[in-house]
């Protein structure tokens, strides 16, 4: 186990609802990164937090948002939901940054949109 | 821009033989690499990074690779496979040092008894 936890592990949306998904990092981190995973395919960068502030972003959407607690825990919030955002979704925590820290990684959000 | 080319989408390989999974990246700059290990219904699973220093590094596992800077190549390879390295496995390069990560598509590796 990696210490980095997120919540739902299962969620099922209609097209067009919202929805929130949760990471609580590891004990320590300050960093926050969310990535998408489609079937079958490697994980894609969305954005990352860090210290509160967002500190990067791939090339997703407005409809792609985030935000970062004081204590570090993340939400990824994704407006007007479509068919394609089925995916897993993946956080992973990890301290600061620099090239000797590890990213730890939580085991998904499998998000369904029919 | 940083990107990985994984050249196999799918691997068998016999339970004791070596195991090969390639990799090609391109940076425009020296670039931090990783590889992850995905195992069905678990969490992503870093087994060895590199970030500058060695050219070969040793990972978990039995697992090692080298990075090449002529070929642009992170190849990772395993003397002995063993029927619990079935997974997926994903070649990863890091935007910056802040751990943003771009992964290849993956290799899927398969071990035949």
């Known amino acids: 186990e990696t210490g980095v936890t997120q919540s739902p592990t299962h969620l099922i949306k209609t097209r067009g609802q919202q929805v929130t998904l949760r990471c609580s990092s590891q004990?320590?981190?300050?960093?926050v990164s969310w990535y998408q995973q489609a079937l079958g395919q490697g994980p894609q960068f969305i954005f990352q937090?860090?210290?509160?502030?967002?500190?990067g972003r791939g090339n997703f959407p407005p409809r792609f948002s985030g935000l970062q607690f004081p204590n570090y825990s993340s939400e990824l919030n994704v407006n007007a939901l479509e068919l394609d955002d089925s995916a897993l979704y993946l956080c992973?925590?990890?301290?600061?940054?620099?090239?000797?820290?590890?990213?730890?990684f939580g085991q998904g959000t499998r998000l369904t949109v029919v | 821009a940083q990107s990985v080319t994984q050249l196999d989408s799918h691997v068998s390989v016999s339970e004791g033989t070596p195991v090969l999974l390639r990799c090609n990246y391109s940076?425009?700059?020296?670039?931090?690499l990783f590889w992850y290990v995905q195992h069905p219904n678990k969490g992503l699973q870093l087994l060895l990074k590199y970030t500058s220093a060695a050219t070969l590094v040793k990972g978990i596992n039995g697992f090692e690779a080298e990075f090449k800077k002529s070929e642009t190549s992170f190849h990772l390879t395993k003397p002995s496979a063993h029927m619990s390295d079935a997974a997926e496995y994903f070649c990863?390069?890091?935007?910056?040092?802040?751990?943003?990560?771009?992964f290849g598509t993956g290799t899927s590796l398969t071990v035949i008894p």
């Open positions: 937090y860090y210290r509160e502030e967002e500190n």
């Open positions: 992973a925590s990890s301290l600061a940054t620099g090239e000797n820290t590890e990213a730890f």
């Open positions: 004990s320590g981190h300050n960093t």
């Open positions: 940076s425009s700059y020296s670039p931090s």
């Open positions: 990863v390069v890091s935007r910056n040092t802040g751990n943003q990560f771009y």
